[in-house]
């Protein structure tokens, strides 16, 4: 049966570049991105259609409301893409194979060495990351407690209704990326390491998206290379293409839906507009924080669609693309769960605790929050001037940190108080993060600060003049503000630049655009060995930051064992060693075919709990702030967290139970980010 499912997908992803190709001009790039928007955009709604039925387990359902989509999809778009030129794939790979071939005989030895280093660098990083994606199961931190803990609950409950987890992710988060990791999983035949399969796309997707966008700017084959190739190794970015975090793949639907507004204003073609509008409703349906990037989407809008000859035309793009964002979100945007939040919490993105423990609303009044934004906005970017990467290793961290003395100094005479005043933050500021956060979570490296950010000032400040890089630094400047204002600071919060990344490598298109900067033009000897020296330093990050992950090591590293070769449950559990012995005990006792009661609390790993084969069922019983359930019939077992049943008068421990082993005191002496509970464990049959 197995066999049959992948027959299917094939067949299924067939169907979908014969769609893509219908709407796609005769262009590589755009074909890949079109068949990325048609793969989700064919599955999400699938996901809400048949979690209405009751059918999010059935695999049978699945391959008929997929292959239905897509028919849907099909019908759609011959009406609204009119007919164009007939081309093959086939042809069209050649061709562009013919075009690679002949631009690198044309380039210099210099930009030989360049681009001989990046192409480099993004084989080993692209190797790596796809054996690691092949061999290692899931192990990041919201995986663990919501984002496919939730999967799993769904495929097990039949349905993507809310039920009430411990972990306020399990229910208020929107649903639509939960939908491909279903279809993934049941898809594949239940193969775990399938969950990353849309953030590996995701990566490779969003490289041809900066390509494809640096084509439309700057129509330099060798600017957009750069670009593409820079972006590879924007470190965070690099790092998640092997995880199942959310932060990639909205990267990537705002990596296509700035491709089709910049390809809308090259061209001025209709269809632009209908792509820009669905992929607008698949990212807004997709995560909340999009919200953060509004801003600096309508910026980009203004620059590639509002700005018009005339009211008469402004008016028709205007109401082209308000009506294709307006229908395509009855698709992809209501139904993923903010309208359900409201029902349930009072509020699109959940209760009020989840709310406040990131939000504006921690700042209190309108002064402070502008102060501690405004230290917001000056930490962030102190965060971003960090050989992040290369001071994973010790000799990389003492450059770092000699490197920045100019900065912690100035920040001392300008009297910012930025690592001694800790109101609106999560984690008190400090000029040299913890080594779990960087490493963890890393900026853009060494483009960004040597390169990227000096360029972005020099052209907000008008030194340099481009009229499409002044919209790009106004956008980034929006999101730089939203993420500072919006909420308190957080050392992890260097994945949501991600997505900022995407404006600011295209400034990387002045290197071989703007007279004063140009690398192409022979002499400029010192200028061309700076460009060289950042482009190396930003490589061995690259690999450094991917070889030196400790969430997922290649190879055995720091006094630990690679990730190919952990056992599973220290694997997962690696984030919070503390609970790692009473997982493996309750692993040993629980049988795989087990129905568990768990009386856990928000931030407990569940996910490790399912087994191997992710077969035990988990009923939970301690519903985010709704209080303690009774244990269901059908329940095996128990396992608790002391905290949680703690002798009252709904559910009492027993002498009986066993306790499996938490390590309480190892919070305390390695500094872990959230405290392990005492976890207990009772047979009830």
Same mark, same amino acid.
Request: net charge positive; hydrophobic share 45%; aromatic share 16%.
């Given at each position: ?105 044309? &380039? ?10 990046m192409f480099l660098t993004f084989a080993i990083i692209g190797i790596t990351n796809l054996i690691l994606v092949l061999f290692t199961a899931p192990n990041e931190w ?34 639509? &990326? ?102 607008f409703a698949i990212v807004t349906g997709h995560k909340a924080t999009f919200a953060l990037l509004m801003p600096s989407v309508f910026v980009i809008m203004i620059y ?16 082209? &693309?308000?009506?294709?964002?307006? $229908? ?35 700042? +209190? ?18 965060? $971003? ?48 993060? +913890? ?56 050392? $992890? ?12 490598? &295209? ?12 690398? !192409? ?57 503390? !609970? ?95 405290? +392990? ?9």
């Open positions: 049966m197995v066999i049959f499912y992948w027959l299917t997908f094939f067949l299924f992803l067939y169907g979908i570049s014969f769609v893509a190709k219908k709407i796609a001009q005769p262009s590589l790039t755009e074909l890949i991105i079109t068949f990325f928007i048609l793969f989700v955009g064919s599955i999400i709604p699938t996901g809400f259609i048949l979690s209405a039925l009751d059918l999010t387990a059935n695999v049978f359902a699945w391959i008929g409301g997929t292959f239905g989509i897509l028919a849907l999809q099909y019908l759609l778009w011959t009406k609204l893409v009119p007919q164009q030129a007939h081309y093959t794939i086939r042809g069209l790979i050649a061709n562009r194979l013919s075009t690679f071939r002949l631009w690198t005989r044309e &380039l210099s030895v210099y930009l030989k060495v360049i681009f001989g280093a919201d995986s663990m407690t919501g984002h496919l803990n939730r999967a799993i609950r769904y495929i097990q409950r039949g349905t993507m209704e809310h039920f009430g987890g411990a972990n306020w992710n399990m229910d208020t988060y929107p649903k639509s &990326l939960t939908t491909i990791h279903i279809y993934s999983y049941l898809i594949s035949g239940d193969i775990e390491n399938s969950f990353k399969l849309i953030h590996q796309l995701s990566y490779y997707v969003t490289l041809a998206s900066v390509f494809g966008i640096a084509q439309r700017i700057g129509r330099n084959l060798s600017a957009s290379f750069f670009c593409a190739l820079a972006y590879s190794v924007f470190l965070d970015f690099l790092m998640q293409a092997v995880t199942t975090e959310t932060d990639i793949v909205l990267t990537a639907y705002l990596s296509c839906l700035l491709y089709f507004l910049f390809t809308y204003f090259t061209n001025r073609d209709n269809r632009y507009l209908y792509l820009t509008g669905i992929t590639t669609v509002f700005l018009a000859p005339g009211f008469k035309v402004f008016f028709e793009r205007t109401l082209r &693309l308000g009506l294709a964002i307006a $229908f395509f979100a009855l698709i992809y945007t209501i139904p993923t769960g903010y309208i359900r939040n409201i029902q349930v919490f009072g509020h699109p993105i959940g209760p009020p605790t989840a709310r406040y423990h990131q939000s504006y609303e921690r700042a +209190g009044g309108a002064a402070n929050l502008f102060e501690q934004g405004s230290r917001n906005v000056i930490r962030y970017t102190y965060d $971003f001037c960090n050989l992040d990467g290369i001071r994973n290793a010790q000799w990389g961290y003492d450059l770092n940190t000699a490197i920045r003395k100019p900065l912690v100094v100035l920040e001392d005479k300008l009297r910012m108080r930025l690592d001694e005043e800790a109101d609106f933050t999560i984690v008190p500021f400090s000029f040299q993060r +913890g080594f779990y956060y960087y490493n963890a979570n890393p900026y853009w490296g060494v483009f960004g600060f040597a390169l990227i950010l000096p360029l972005m000032l020099l052209v907000l400040i008008r030194v340099f003049r481009s009229r499409v890089h002044f919209f790009l630094v106004i956008a980034f400047c929006l999101n730089l503000a939203a993420i500072s204002y919006s909420a308190a600071y957080d050392p $992890f919060k260097g994945r949501y630049f991600m997505e900022a990344g995407l404006f600011g490598v &295209l400034f990387l298109l002045l290197l071989f655009s703007h007279h004063r900067l140009s690398i !192409i033009k022979p002499r400029r000897n010192v200028w061309k060995g700076y460009i060289m020296v950042v482009v190396g330093l930003a490589c061995i990050s690259g690999i450094m930051a991917v070889y030196l992950n400790i969430r997922c090591l290649p190879l055995p590293s720091y006094g630990m064992e690679s990730a190919l070769t952990m056992d599973r449950i220290p694997y997962q559990t690696f984030a919070r060693p503390d !609970i790692t012995k009473a997982y493996v005990r309750f692993d040993s006792i629980v049988p795989e075919n087990a129905t568990v009661a768990l009386a856990t609390v928000n931030s407990d790993f569940e996910y490790p709990l399912y087994g191997k084969d992710l077969t035990r069922k988990l009923i939970s019983i301690n519903p985010f702030e709704e209080g303690l359930r009774p244990i269901p019939k059908d329940a095996d077992y128990l396992f608790y967290a002391r905290k949680v049943i703690n002798d009252t008068s709904k559910i009492r421990a027993l002498p009986t139970d066993i306790r499996l082993g938490s390590d309480t005191t190892l919070y305390h002496r390695t500094f872990l980010s959230e405290k +392990g509970e005492d976890y207990y464990l009772r047979k009830l049959k």
